[in-house]
């Protein structure tokens, strides 16, 4: 069982950056591969960006270029480094997990969820 724990969301302007960390406890997930996927009000949840084991990334066409993911083997975790964030980001950010190497932008393919950041972008 993997438990994950999203943090780092909040309340920016336009423009600004936040980094959002994924705490993984139960077991290591440097065999797993990972994905952040957001959910605003009203929208359904959607991909935001994945990464393999190996440390492929693979990202959504409306934040590629501007967010980042990456992985923190020493703290067991997942990082998304968001930048020019806009109003359009504004969402609930979440970490998941799949027992596999590739990662998905599918979100009924992982196996492992956090609760969710709330990053919220005003304009």
């Known amino acids: 069982q993997v438990h994950l724990v999203e943090s780092g969301g909040g309340l920016v302007q336009a423009g600004d950056s936040l980094r959002l960390s994924c705490a993984a406890s139960?077991?290591?997930?440097?065999?797993?591969?990972a994905g952040w996927f957001r959910q605003a009000p009203g929208k359904e949840r959607e991909f935001v960006a994945a990464?393999?084991?190996?440390?492929?990334?693979q990202y959504a066409d409306s934040v590629k270029g501007r967010f980042t993911i990456s992985r923190d083997y020493a703290r067991n975790a997942v990082d998304l480094q968001m930048n020019s964030l806009k109003p359009e980001d504004t969402a609930v950010y979440y970490c998941a997990v799949r027992n596999s190497v590739f990662g998905s932008a599918y979100s009924s393919a992982y196996d492992y969820w956090g609760q969710g950041t709330q990053v919220t972008v005003s304009s």
């Open positions: 139960g077991r290591t997930i440097s065999s797993a591969a």
């Open positions: 990464i393999s084991r190996i440390g492929t990334p």
